[in-house]
C-alpha cells in the first residue's frame, strides 16, 4: 500500500503563486510516474502535470510556463510550483501515483488540497 499526503494548499490572490507537495509513504519501492491533477467543482478531474522517476516532466497546455513540478526520489516527495495563478486554477489538487509492475499493482490518490484563487 501507498500512502499520500497533499499539503501546502491555500487562498491565494490571482497573479500569486503557490507550492503544493505530496508525500509518499508505505510500499513506495518501484513507484514511477507521479502525477498532478485537479479538480474544479462541476468539471471532470485532469492531469496537471506529471513526473517520472528519472525526471522527466509532461504538462497540460493550460499550465505550461507556469507550473513546475519536480521530485525528491530520496525524500518520496513531490512539488508542484503554481504561479501566475489564475482564477481558473482553482480546484482540489491531488496527486496519483501510477500503476507499475510488478512492486505498483494499481493506482493511488491523495486526499486532494484545497486551491483557491481569488481576484
Known amino acids: 500500500q501507498v500512502q499520500l499526503v497533499e499539503s501546502g494548499g491555500g487562498l491565494v490572490q490571482a497573479g500569486g503563486s503557490l507550492n503544493v507537495s505530496c508525500a509518499a509513504s508505505?510500499?513506495?519501492?518501484?513507484?514511477?510516474?507521479i502525477g498532478w491533477y485537479r479538480q474544479a467543482p462541476g468539471k471532470e478531474r485532469e492531469l496537471v502535470a506529471s513526473?517520472?522517476?528519472?525526471?522527466?516532466?509532461s504538462y497540460a497546455a493550460s499550465v505550461k510556463g507556469r507550473f513546475a513540478i519536480s521530485r525528491d526520489n530520496a525524500k518520496n516527495t513531490v512539488w508542484l510550483q503554481m504561479n501566475s495563478l489564475k482564477l481558473e486554477d482553482t480546484a482540489v489538487y491531488y496527486c496519483?501515483?501510477?500503476?507499475?509492475?510488478?512492486?505498483?499493482?494499481?493506482?493511488?490518490w491523495g486526499q486532494g488540497t484545497q486551491v483557491t484563487v481569488s481576484p
Open positions: 508505505g510500499s513506495t519501492a518501484g513507484i514511477d510516474v
Open positions: 496519483k501515483v501510477e500503476p507499475r509492475l510488478p512492486l505498483i499493482r494499481r493506482e493511488y
Open positions: 513526473i517520472s522517476f528519472g525526471g522527466v516532466t
